[in-house]
């Protein structure tokens, strides 16, 4: 006799939440490119290697939320739902975090 698997049935939360996060991640770039804008004036202080790491780094963050948005949506169609609501709420998180953090930062005196 063979035993058959049992997936996890999809749920319509889920995939709204994903929707959610996609748009989201969509726009946290809107966030990023300011950033990205702002992140050549660390030329201003000459072209050291340091000033090339960090525009480097600022300017790669658009492949962390691509990936993670892939990485959910295949855990999707695999229906693992629970790592595929993590990624895509990961998808997004970073760049929104440090927005409310520079908010906060700017409200106390």
Do not use: C
């Amino acid at each position: 006799m063979s035993e058959i698997e049992v997936k996890p049935a999809r749920s319509k939360g889920l995939l709204i939440w994903m929707i959610i996060a996609q748009i989201l991640a969509v726009a946290s770039l809107f966030i990023w490119l300011v950033m990205a804008g702002l992140s050549v004036m660390a030329f201003d202080a000459g072209e050291t290697p340091a000033a090339w790491a960090f525009v480097i780094t600022i300017w790669s963050y658009p492949i962390f939320p691509l990936g993670l948005s892939i990485g959910g949506w295949i855990a999707y169609a695999r229906r693992k739902n629970k790592l595929a609501a993590i990624l895509s709420g990961l998808s997004f998180a970073p760049p929104i975090l440090f927005a409310l953090l520079l908010g906060i930062t700017s409200v106390m005196p």
